[in-house]
């Protein structure tokens, strides 16, 4: 029988605060059948939990849609909680029981008045160009107990609030980091259980975050606006249904708080002695505090979050305690991670205590910061002299770290006064990969740590110097990577809205969204081609059409932007580009690859107008798609015209340009054959090294397996000296480091001013790691995992490997192992409502092999089994399998499936 388990609104476990007026529904289904299909759901929504309100049915509606469901006909009213279930029907036309009640519950819905007024400290209590940082309050009564309250709030700047001295909600960096002349996201809090009949009050703390604060080079802030503010509008409703409402208004105190300076790059300056403690209860005497000042806004760009919030997600205990050659003291976490330190002291009132954070150690063995660049990574703590020690940790600042270093603070130093607390957006992790290499195995935790650090709001390319910004490149790269290891629908959902509202009207892509850098940081290819790649990406991986449908016109108008560029209509051939960045066969003292850049603009002019063309497909505009289908045979068409001789070899002789050309499908039959031997050939010239930079890396891996170049591709991978994947790992890394010898080989450094430690471009050969050696690959004509291909490649020497991801459908499982006696075992499951076309690899005949110890055949589960000339290709309903078979030909042998 079929259950009905996991109920979603837009990705989430009943979210509340959400701002899409036709949300849209998601389940799973669980089974200890095989070949479980749904054939007809129903929906039935309501205003109470007992369901007993209708709003909505949809009826039984014959459809094997369970994920992203669409409300057909239902429009969502603002600041309203609906509440759901779910039941199916089976192929044997079976009913489900109805799923457990779900919820959703919207927000502020964009456009609708906002009665609060934004209020800020005055100029004469804290004047712009001071750095310490405000705190604002209002006392109030209510009049008998509460019923349901809600808290709906943003800021100019970043905000934390406080109910009768209890923190409000779990999330970090709110209100977010957008393009903030745009849009600016509200949060909302249930805050039924911290209010009381009778006196309570509020409190807020406001910090410059990214708005006020520095961002990027040459000292700049306050690039969206120099006064903070704070927004806010609680709710309140009573048990015999009357509503009261509390607003920011001139009512509001201020004072100066004991936070003296706090900046995103430059940490955080915090005097205890100024606590003002119990500011946000009701009993606070707020006698000398000053009268808060209204300020006009736009309060058109106000809209409910679309992305999960930053959260705490861990803690990391210290490994060691070192006294360093200079005599410095210092503590190693053992992990290098994003975040901030709490620690415990005990100390006189006055005493100061000051923390420095770093990614490394030097050659000698000294606390190392020169790669910071201008961030302080600082935090500054004046004790208050409390009897017992006391404790801290800061507000508005983030660290990327492994080591800190410890002045002030008294001697001994006990280590469990100390934890790294890990903060990134709160992100379901759905992925996992793992081997019987263990140097492979850290390789994969340092590609979830890149991601950890990085996506902090928005997908930044570094969390500790002074830059932290989101370039489009890098998570173009990454974002099919960051889709198996994690949800990311949401995250980049939020960040492609701005890279939209950031591009200009010409089309143009800004280097960074949200874009703050100077108006010259537009439009690089393979940077700016995100506005295609992303989105695709993640109706590939999560079948959303909507992402496809709301990006649409950002990804049309790049295309056109890059049409309208080139000296020739077809390629594109002007401009400034990144190129190969940080390519090794670049000249010396050069970031730039050898690669051509006009070749790579030219290649990924094609590969956007191809993805376009599918995503016309897609949405159904025929027109449209008939135009890119022409414009991207116009575009290979001058592209071999201009790069590839009449003979069919590829006029740049690099790594890149070959695994563009085959990556993209730029080549006629004779050209691919001939650059596919090219690429092997060049391999062999480097020993097996990669010359590739972040434009070529993402992609090698996966052309040579495509070309029939598996065991080259393992080669690669295996590789422990400089340069490869392996050589930081060696070295100590547990993140992905920005250059391939970050450290050399003497434990000196690559450079002082571009050697980021947490860099997670590079990591994108997790991608290959699940769709090749775990072999579990989106199919994108049914996309979401809705269909799948199941083709693990062995090689390498590994003698196992396991992937599993949780799809929009449930778990996907592909695991494999070689056994003593020559045969090999591959384990598959296949969540229900899906199918999958499974490969196995060195497999030729079908009676050889043993399905759960029976004679492979078609039936309980397996729709069809074959052979062809890559091996044995079975058809499968859900289920779990396991196949166990001669192997027939060396992994070198194996290819994947075309």
Same mark, same amino acid.
């Given at each position: ?427 379901? !992790? ?281 065991? *080259? ?32 080989? *003497? ?103 043993? !399905? ?47």
């Amino acid at each position: 029988m079929v259950q009905v388990t996991d109920l979603r609104c837009e990705y989430r476990r009943n979210p509340l605060g959400i701002g899409e007026t036709h949300p849209r529904i998601s389940w799973k289904l669980e089974s200890d059948e095989r070949a479980v299909r749904q054939t007809a759901y129903e929906i039935e929504l309501a205003a109470d939990e007992s369901l007993g309100q209708a709003v909505w049915q949809s009826g039984r509606v014959a459809s094997e849609q369970s994920v992203l469901v669409e409300l057909a006909g239902f429009e969502a009213e603002s600041r309203r909680r609906y509440y759901y279930r779910v039941r199916v029907w089976n192929q044997n036309g079976e009913a489900s029981a109805w799923s457990e009640i779900a919820f959703f519950e919207t927000g502020m819905l964009k456009g609708e008045n906002w009665e609060a007024e934004w209020i800020s400290a005055p100029l004469e209590l804290l004047p712009e160009e001071s750095e310490r940082l405000p705190l604002l309050r209002k006392g109030f009564s209510l009049k008998a107990p509460v019923a349901k309250a809600r808290l709906y709030a943003t800021a100019h700047g970043l905000y934390e609030l406080e109910l009768n001295g209890k923190r409000v909600g779990n999330d970090y960096f709110a209100p977010g980091w957008t393009s903030y002349r745009h849009t600016l996201q509200t949060q909302t809090y249930d805050v039924s259980e911290l209010l009381q009949a009778g006196d309570n009050a509020i409190g807020a703390w406001l910090g410059n975050g990214w708005y006020k604060g520095y961002l990027a080079w040459g000292n700049k802030k306050a690039h969206y606006g120099d006064r903070l503010g704070l927004l806010l509008q609680l709710r309140v409703a009573y048990a015999d249904g009357s509503e009261e409402t509390i607003v920011s208004d001139g009512s509001w105190q201020c004072a100066a708080g004991p936070i003296l300076m706090s900046e995103i790059y430059h940490g955080e300056t915090y005097d205890a002695r100024e606590e003002l403690s119990g500011f946000s209860t009701a009993g606070f005497d707020a006698a000398g505090w000053t009268a808060a000042q209204v300020a006009q806004h736009d309060n058109g760009r106000l809209t409910p979050q679309i992305n999960e919030p930053v959260r705490k997600i861990e803690t990391v205990r210290p490994v060691e305690l070192i006294t360093t050659p200079a005599e410095e003291t210092v503590i190693d976490f053992g992990q290098n991670l994003v975040g901030w330190v709490r620690f415990r002291v005990s100390a006189d009132a006055g005493a100061e205590v000051v923390i420095h954070h770093a990614e490394v150690l030097d050659q000698e063995g000294n606390f190392y910061t020169d790669n910071l660049r201008a961030a302080k990574q600082e935090i500054r703590y004046t004790c208050k002299g409390s009897v017992g020690g006391e404790t801290f940790e800061p507000r508005f600042s983030f660290q990327g770290f492994r080591f800190i270093r410890l002045t002030g603070f008294p001697e001994p130093i006990d280590l469990s006064a100390f934890e790294a607390v890990v903060l990134h957006s709160d992100m379901e !992790e759905t992925g996992r990969f793992r081997c019987s290499d263990p140097l492979i195995n850290q390789l994969q935790s340092n590609i979830r740590w890149g991601l950890k650090g990085n996506f902090l709001d928005v997908p930044t390319d570094c969390p500790q110097r002074d830059e932290r910004l989101g370039w489009t490149g890098d998570a173009q790269m990454f974002i099919q990577t960051a889709a198996y290891l994690s949800n990311v629908a949401p995250f980049f959902a939020k960040w492609l809205g701005d890279l939209a509202s950031d591009q200009r009207e010409d089309g143009g892509v800004p280097f960074v969204v949200p874009h703050i850098l100077d108006d010259g940081s537009f439009s690089s290819a393979a940077w700016g081609d995100a506005a295609v790649i992303c989105p695709w990406t993640l109706y590939v991986s999560y079948g959303d059409t909507r992402i496809l449908e709301r990006q649409y016109e950002s990804m049309k108008h790049w295309v056109a932007y890059i049409r309208a560029q080139g000296e020739q209509e077809y390629l594109w051939n002007t401009g400034f580009h990144f190129g190969d960045w940080l390519g090794l066969d670049a000249k010396s003292g050069d970031y730039v690859g050898a690669t051509e850049r006009d070749l790579i603009a030219s290649a990924f002019y094609a590969y956007s107008t191809m993805l376009l063309r599918k995503t016309a497909d897609v949405l159904g505009l025929e027109e449209d798609a008939a135009v890119y289908e022409e414009l991207g045979r116009n575009v290979v068409a001058a592209f071999q015209e201009e790069f590839v001789t009449p003979a069919g070899r590829l006029s740049a002789s690099t790594q890149t340009a070959h695994v563009l050309a085959l990556m993209f499908g730029l080549l006629d039959e004779t050209a691919e054959k001939r650059a596919a031997a090219k690429l092997k050939e060049l391999l062999e010239a480097s020993k097996h090294h990669l010359t590739t930079g972040f434009v070529g890396t993402p992609y090698i891996s996966h052309v040579l397996s495509r070309y029939g170049m598996q065991e *080259d591709a393992y080669t690669l991978l295996m590789q422990k000296d400089y340069p490869s994947w392996l050589y930081p790992v060696t070295k100590g890394a547990t993140t992905i480091w920005e250059h391939w010898d970050g450290i050399k080989e *003497d434990g000196s450094f690559w450079s002082r001013d571009m050697n980021s430690f947490n860099h997670y471009a590079y990591g994108a050969v997790g991608d290959w790691l699940y769709k090749s050696v775990a072999g579990i690959q989106p199919d994108e004509e049914a996309p979401g995992y809705k269909r799948m291909l199941i083709a693990p490649q062995p090689g390498g020497g590994l003698t196992w490997a396991e992937g599993v991801l949780e799809t929009p459908y449930g778990t996907v499982r592909s695991a494999w192992k070689l056994k003593e006696d020559g045969s090999i075992e591959v384990e598959v499951t296949i969540p229900p409502n899906t199918s999958a076309e499974i490969r196995l690899p060195g497999a030729s005949d079908a009676t050889a092999v043993k !399905e759960s110890g029976e004679p492979l055949r078609a039936g309980g589960g397996l729709l069809s089994v074959a052979g062809d000339g890559l091996g044995i290709k079975i058809e499968a309903g859900s289920g779990t399998y396991t196949f166990v078979y001669p192997i027939h030909a060396a992994s070198t042998d194996l290819v994947a499936a075309p």
